[in-house]
């Protein structure tokens, strides 16, 4: 009787635990996004230099944005516990990763899609109006980078041809020696933030959206990575202005291979398998 209530207890705290609330909730979208056409490509094998470029470019504003709002927000009850960049951030690393492909004026030459702008304008309202929300979109991405890495950054290296690491520093974690231990941490320290039940319920709610802003993202990516191939097959090749390309400016050629990072997907982008999306 006594083990049976030990182990009753143990589901009961468990269950209640937001990291595992989370999985339960992104389960389906975490699917999806597995079975976008960029994460696919990564599954695959047949990752371009042009998607790999276009995807780090989308990273950086991502990033830029969630990075400064953690920053801001580092002393708040809802993000303190979370708050690891010395380990986790990202932002440098994809700037040099900006650099190397595109040169000193990298800024000047990147172009994202509608919906990277829109995901960066939801971490900067929730940033703003409720920092405690910041936790899905943090988790979601820095654990799904984390699972995924090391296999993406292969993955990667091979596809473009790359002979160095030179270009792929986004997917490395020099601050972190034990990946899993260190997704251990994250999950207690993310389990130990105080949270309203509505302020639990939102913070799920914020992780489905956080599944299908990178979900858009991705798409997004392929349709520009579509209306390029089809400059060049037209003979297009003079540059022209960057702009944001809006959706329905672009056309879909479902034939041409997509980048895909996690999450690993998390792999993990699965999760970058993502297996950018792994967590």
Known sequence: ?????????????TERDLSEQIKKVTKDSHVRA???ELML???????????YKLLLSSLYKIYQALEEELDRNSDHPGVAPIYFPTELAR?????????????????????????????????RQIGRENPE???????????????????????????????SNEGLSFFGFPGVSSPNLFK???????????????????VLEEAVRAFEFNIQVFDDLQKMLSVTETQLQNGSTHSEPV????????????????????????????????????L
């Open 184 to 202: 251990q941490l994250y999950r207690s320290r993310m389990n130990s933030v105080d949270l309203t039940e509505e302020q639990r319920n939102g």
């Open 34 to 36: 597995e079975n976008t």
């Open 41 to 51: 490509s990564f599954q695959r094998g047949q990752v371009s230099l042009r998607q």
């Open 243 to 278: 702009k944001t390309l809006q959706p329905s400016e672009t056309i879909i050629i479902t034939s041409s291979p997509v980048l895909m990072m996690v999450l690993g997907l998390l792999v993990a982008l699965a999760t970058l398998t993502m297996v950018f999306y792994t």
């Open 133 to 163: 929300f910041l936790v899905a979109h943090a988790y979601t991405r820095y654990l799904g980078d984390l699972s995924g890495g090391q296999i993406l950054g292969r993955i990667t290296q091979r596809s473009i041809g790359l002979k």
């Open 1 to 13: 009787m006594e083990t049976l209530m030990k182990t009753q207890t143990t589901a009961e705290v």
């Open 91 to 123: 932002l440098d690393s994809i700037k040099k990763d900006l650099e190397f492909f595109y040169g000193q004026d990298w800024r000047e030459k990147i172009a994202v899609p509608v919906a990277t702008k829109r995901y960066c304008h939801r971490l």
